[in-house]
């Protein structure tokens, strides 16, 4: 196209003045025309190349995202134990973006420079080598200040970033917990935290604006300069008769076609180091080792018994020694019962159970096998978890209760009502506008504690477990509620119930009773027989006895 229009030019100048105008008016169209035509053919291979690479990044990006996400779900209780939300959203996040952002433009822009600077600065230098070296000399040096300017751009995104992630804590935890703010009459101080946080952001995004700013002018200086110095120099070298006006234009042109190529070169360095670090951090996330493994395919049947033999766990991170030498019983059909003080390892002893933990020393045994060679997905299938904190999802309490179905197929009225029934909260849900169909906020903020308990509590029952464990999920309900929905067990065939709670009101009724402290097992037998040893079982019911009374 440049050596087309630098003929053009030659041509038109050594027209005579008085040619017919309609002849040039002709020749203007074809010129025109020849102009739009290669336009649009250069145009239909920009977009086929921007389809071919950039989809191919989205598409890489896709995979990417997927497959740390597959990792998220893949590690154990552990490796969320030592690693926070934030860090974690990062990696699936910002860093695959920037990862994608190198492998789409990044590389489109670096193909782009290496062809085009090949074939203009080889048809360049076939003009006049001298002024080739001349008019190029700006072009490094724009994409140097270029490459500064972005690593500035790219250290105050990542101050600017982490204002607005502690900003965008702020209001969730803001609105997560509109309940205490409200009670505590602390809305104005959340309001001044809110607005120092967001006059803190806006003062970092105008420091960012104004390095931003700084870009485009600097192109266009650089740009201007290497585009004087041609018309300059190229005046010269025509007046020697060694140029011609219509090489001057080639040359414009070929200078103004490099001028994004070699613009592009900082920004896409800056991309490479920013790709380069997300990518390791990405590398080191998914070369985490999966700590707990399926290693049986077997089909899991629950006939006789749990065991646990002599276990203990210590925590990696805090070093506590959670549970010591402990050993019980829990025979198919009946129901356990562990009590103890708050932080005595009772909720460490349903995590080893269901294999979220692994334990230090010791076995843990379903009818004589170690738990390592069951089929843990088959077994955590047939097994209903009612976790401390009960987490609800922001959608119908109808899909909440469907997330604890085995089966894909969806619960029928009918189902869901009797499960609901059995955790004694339908009555609740009645008195909802749309009842199941009634929409929850985040983490169940519309519900009382109690109603997410027990929704939680339907969400387990509605598997149908062969073993239903209770971690201290009805702390949140009076005894009266607590006594209907224990009683409601009792009807269930065939379930095997461990209930861990700090109250003894929820564990009286078991068939075995373990009290705990420190990790160790201390007193282990039935309600009236705990309480015939007058220990640290009968003292802990005697208080709670009393505080109820009080209460009362």
């Not at 506590?320 to 019962?337: D, P, V």
Request: glycine residues 6%.
């Amino acid at each position: 196209m440049p050596k087309y229009f630098g003929s053009v030019t030659d041509q038109l100048k050594n027209w005579n003045e008085s040619l017919d105008p309609d002849t040039v008016f002709i020749y203007a169209l074809k010129v025109g025309g020849f102009y739009m035509l290669l336009s649009l053919i250069s145009g239909i291979f920009l977009f086929l190349t921007r389809q071919t690479i950039i989809i191919m990044s989205r598409y890489i990006e896709y995979d990417l995202k997927n497959e740390v996400f597959s990792q998220y779900l893949r590690l154990s209780y552990s490796f969320f134990k030592k690693n926070n939300t934030g860090d974690l959203l990062n990696r699936i996040s910002e860093d695959v973006t920037k990862v994608r952002m190198y492998l789409g433009p990044g590389i489109m822009y670096t193909i782009n420079l290496a062809v085009l600077s090949i074939l203009v600065i080889y048809n360049m230098s076939n003009i006049n080598g001298y002024l080739t070296i001349i008019v190029l000399i700006p072009l490094p040096i724009m994409s140097f200040i270029i490459y500064s300017v972005a690593s500035k751009i790219n250290k105050i995104s990542s101050v600017v970033q982490k204002e607005q992630s502690f900003m965008s804590t702020l209001v969730q935890e803001s609105f997560s917990g509109i309940r205490v703010v409200k009670a505590y009459d602390r809305s104005f101080e959340i309001e001044n935290k809110f607005n120092a946080s967001a006059n803190a952001y806006k003062t970092k995004n105008m420091r960012l604006v104004l390095v931003n700013s700084l870009f485009m002018p600097t192109i266009f200086i650089l740009v201007g300069v290497s585009t004087v110095l041609c018309i300059y120099l190229g005046g010269i070298f025509h007046a020697q008769d060694q140029m011609t006006i219509g090489e001057i234009t080639t040359f414009i042109f070929y200078v103004n076609m490099l001028t994004w190529p070699f613009a592009s070169v900082g920004w896409v360095v800056s991309l490479i180091q920013r790709a380069a670090a997300s990518q390791a951090r990405i590398n080191e996330f998914l070369n985490e080792k999966q700590e707990i493994k399926n290693t049986s395919n077997s089909p899991f049947i629950f006939l006789e018994k749990i065991e646990f033999i002599n276990v203990s766990y210590t925590y990696p991170n805090s070093g506590i020694q959670a549970i010591q030498n402990l050993s019980f019983t829990l025979n198919k059909g009946e129901s356990l019962g562990v009590v103890g003080r708050t932080g005595s390892g009772k909720s460490t002893i349903i995590q080893l159970l269901t294999r979220q933990l692994e334990p230090d020393q010791g076995e843990i045994r379903i009818d004589g096998v170690d738990i390592n060679e069951c089929n843990l997905n088959e077994m955590r299938a047939a097994t209903g978890v009612v976790p401390q904190d009960v987490f609800l999802f922001s959608d119908t309490i109808r899909n909440n209760i469907q997330f604890g179905n085995s089966s894909s197929n969806m619960l029928s009225d009918k189902e869901l009502i009797s499960v609901t029934k059995q955790a004694h909260v339908y009555h609740n849900i009645q008195g909802f506008k749309d009842e199941f169909n009634t929409l929850l906020g985040e983490r169940g903020v519309n519900l009382s504690g109690g109603q997410k308990q027990r929704i939680s509590i339907a969400r387990a029952l509605i598997r149908k477990p062969n073993i239903l464990i209770l971690d201290d999920c009805l702390s949140a309900v009076d005894t009266e509620t607590e006594d209907a929905i224990l009683s409601s067990f009792g009807a269930l065939k065939d379930i095997t119930l461990l209930i861990v709670s700090h109250r003894v009101s929820s564990i009286r009724n078991a068939h075995r009773i373990i009290n705990i402290d420190e990790g160790k097992k201390t007193e282990e037998g039935t309600h009236k027989e705990l309480l015939q040893l007058n220990g640290a079982y009968a003292e802990l019911y005697n208080k709670q006895l009393a505080e109820e009374d009080t209460t009362i």
